[in-house]
């Protein structure tokens, strides 16, 4: 997949075929309308295209906007990647070119820079300054500047029923299950390891304590978890506290794994760990000792729900 961190570092001697949105999170939805784009572009007559942007729109038009994303960039690279898509294009969103007029946006961006030749869009897409810009908008310039518009219908995305805003509240609610439906694949963390205080080698439970860059991705609701990642090429399987371990006085959210069998440095690694099940709340327990307790019956849970798959 060739990446293009701006609209106007495109080049192509093909037509293209594209799409075009955040895409934030890479769901079910989202990927009825990718594998349509794909399907167009089998014959290699044309290109296949995904026009995104960084920030999310609502992250510079909506002023102290405090929402957080299920991707960073290079999960959504990785994930399109793997979709089969031929171009991908992360354009700067900011104030100017959400001043750009809808005609101006199709002439100047869909007509003279991707050349296109097919856009595959939703029924609900609005486009243009303001937003004012609609479907049937998009299907009168097509007809003027001589491309083709395909619509997925509303019965095509109610059957699917998702949203990334539904799988967000499903992960801030813990609701692991439906997030993971709705997404198509397990959520998933990815940053590097960090020393923590140790306290869990103090108590038979090491854990890696991952640190995540990028401050807008969202991170579920504070609990226990069961974890898998893929470590020097080896399935591991694990638990993951989100919280405060608010038993020893901590002061900030951290991120702690600790894996199953396993037994290996991996400081300053960078690991993706895959959210499979929540197993509870994070509690305040009145000894380290019954933390411990604890940790041995959330390891059965994990051990007993693991031997299921």
Known sequence: MKI?????DFRSTKKTILTLGTFDGVHIGHKKI????TQNTENEKYESLVLTFFPHPRMVL??????KL????DEKIEL???IGIENLVIHPFDEIFSRLTAEEFVSTILVDRFHIHKIIIGHDHRFGRNRTANIDDLIAFGKEYDFEVEQISVQEINDISVSSTKI???LLDGN???ANEYLGYDYFLTGNVIQGKQLGRTIGFPTANLKIDNDYKLIPQNGVYIVQSTINQRIVFGMMNIGFNPTVDGQSQSIEIHYFDFNADLYNQKISVFILQRIRSEQKFESVDLLKEQLEKDKKVALNYLNKF
């Open 168 to 170: 967000r509240n499903a």
């Open 34 to 37: 990718l594998s349509k784009l």
């Open 176 to 178: 692991m299950a439906l």
């Open 62 to 67: 909506q002023e102290h906007s405090d929402l």
């Open 4 to 8: 293009f961190h701006s609209i106007n």
């Open 80 to 82: 399109l990647e793997k």
């Open 70 to 73: 299920l991707n960073t960039i």
